[in-house]
């Protein structure tokens, strides 16, 4: 694709020679053929060192280029309007059933569904209109997969789990395993641990994308459920009866311990912990590595450190020890300028 038929697509100006573009790449890594973009000056030196074939800038930019420059609005959108523009299509998935699935008799399934190799399918499944199932995917008795839904390789659905409309579940997702649910009794001073039945199952609402090797708990009994729109990032772990009202976001190596509670528009940043049977408001974002023991109603919207506070008061703790020193330091010198006084005396 031309840098001239490029910046028409994107609402943008061109300035310099039209070349041949076939990829987007960062401004370090371009080569010759590839559009790059920035959108800060303070990343001007980057800029003028780029190997990129054609670069795309803010309309306001200033400091030039060494390539093809194309003007637009908004470079970061711009740019993941280009990189779709280059991408190969993804792969299509036809409807049918592989000749190595193993799908049980009686399994409702919709219109339109792809099943792929060596996937199976237990008894008293359903399967939603327009869905699609990658290979070697578990999909285990009683389980519901809502229309439009996508399944990618080695996921496990463990019995009763249900899905909604429009979910992704990416590679080695898996929901409805046990929890950590035990008894400890002693007998003769030596501890007696007993499993507690996990009886319960896990519920997706539509709209909801769970990042690779994500583990959800079933229930104790009722259920564990992630409501709508909500987005689960790779390696998170979410316990047993853990509830998510809609439209959060759980990141990276996150982990919610069983029955917590997590309002709406919440987001969890990466490595978070938040303890059991406790409660998130609405809109609270617990920050990186943040520990949470202790329900947040909502005043603090965003904590972090361990345990959880907010950042005035974590800025405050962090502060205190360069206070104090500062504090010796006039204190010393006042006293030393009181023994002057007293000797002048």
Same mark, same amino acid.
């Given at each position: ?113 792809? !099943? $792929?190799?060596?996937?199976? +399918?237990? #008894?008293? @499944?359903? *399967?939603?209109?327009?869905?699609? /199932?990658?290979?070697? &995917? ?123 509670? !997590? $309002?709406?528009?919440?987001? +969890?940043? #990466?490595? @978070?912990? *938040?303890?059991?049977?406790?409660? /998130?408001?609405?809109? &609270? ?61």
């Amino acid at each position: 694709m031309k840098a001239g038929e490029l910046a028409v697509r994107l609402g943008g100006t061109v300035e310099g020679e039209d070349v041949e573009l076939f990829a987007c790449a960062g401004l370090e890594e371009a080569r010759a053929g590839e559009v790059s973009f920035c959108k800060d000056a303070k990343h001007a030196k980057l800029v003028a060192e780029t190997k990129a074939s054609a670069i795309l800038l803010p309309r306001d930019w200033q400091s030039g280029a060494p390539c093809t420059i194309i003007r637009v609005g908004d470079p970061d959108t711009a740019c993941m309007v280009a990189a779709e523009l280059f991408a190969p299509p993804p792969p299509e998935r036809a409807a049918g059933i592989h000749p190595t699935a193993i799908v049980a008799p009686g399994v409702k399934i919709g219109a339109d569904v792809h !099943i $792929g190799a060596y996937t199976v +399918i237990e #008894a008293g @499944a359903e *399967i939603g209109d327009g869905a699609v /199932i990658e290979a070697q &995917v578990f999909i285990g008795e009683r389980c519901k997969v809502g229309a439009k839904t996508h399944i990618y390789p080695q996921v496990t659905l463990r019995e009763g789990t249900v899905l909604g409309r429009n979910v992704i579940l990416h590679c080695g997702v898996r929901l409805g395993g046990d929890g950590y649910g035990y008894s400890t009794t002693f007998e003769g001073g030596m501890p007696k641990i007993e499993k507690i039945p996990q009886l319960g199952v896990v519920e997706i609402a539509d709209n909801v994308e769970i990042g690779s090797n994500t583990t959800i708990d079933r229930a104790r009994v009722g259920r564990t459920y992630i409501g709508p729109h909500t987005k689960i990032d790779n390696l998170v772990q979410i316990g047993h009866n853990v509830k998510v009202a809609g439209y959060s976001g759980i990141i990276a190596q996150a982990g919610v311990a069983g029955s917590t509670q !997590i $309002g709406t528009g919440c987001l +969890i940043w #990466a490595q @978070a912990g *938040i303890s059991g049977h406790i409660k /998130i408001a609405d809109g &609270v974002q617990v920050g990186p590595q943040a520990g949470v023991p202790q329900s947040l109603d909502g005043t603090q919207k965003y904590v972090i450190g361990t345990p959880a506070t907010s950042m005035k008061e974590l800025a405050a703790i962090t502060l205190a020890p360069k206070m104090l020193a500062k504090l010796r330091a006039e204190v010393k010198l006042l006293k030393s300028e009181i023994a002057l006084l007293k000797a002048q005396m």
